[in-house]
Nanobody
Framework: HVQLQASGGGLAQPGGSLRLSCTGS????????IGWFRQAPGKEREGVSC???????YYADSGKGRFTISRDNAKNTVFLQMNSLKPEDTAVYYC?????????????????WGKGTQVTVSS
């Protein structure tokens, strides 16, 4: 039974940092693509970052140069380091998983979703 647990959200000041964690159970992380998504109030959910089973990373333009996704297979955990946070980063952040080891686009049609973690960037 695949489960994902996102954590690490909270309140940060503009320019600050947070590190989100997504810990999986019931599956082997290195055969899955893991993505981070977010949804702000009144807006549609959007992709933030993705890491393929091969370790290839992808970023939305909004996070390029500020966010870093990484994976610790031994801990079955994916991290999203978010630096230089902006108020517009405020959202509920979700991690999602898809069993995929191919070379195509990994973070589409995600199969499993965790509960979100709230990120609020405010002074």
């Amino acid at each position: 039974h695949v489960q994902l647990q996102a954590s690490g959200g909270g309140l940060a000041q503009p320019g600050g940092s947070l590190r989100l964690s997504c810990t999986g159970s019931g599956f082997t992380l290195n055969t899955y693509a893991i993505g981070w998504f977010r949804q702000a109030p009144g807006k549609e959910r959007e992709g933030v970052s993705c890491i393929s089973s091969r370790g290839i990373t992808y970023y939305a333009d909004s996070g390029k140069g500020r966010f870093t996704i990484s994976r610790d297979n031994a801990k079955n955990t994916v991290f999203l380091q978010m630096n230089s946070l902006k108020p517009e980063d405020t959202a509920v952040y979700y991690c999602a998983a898809r069993p995929y080891t191919g070379w195509g686009t990994p973070c589409i049609d995600m199969d499993y979703w965790g509960k979100g973690t709230q990120v609020t960037v405010s002074s």
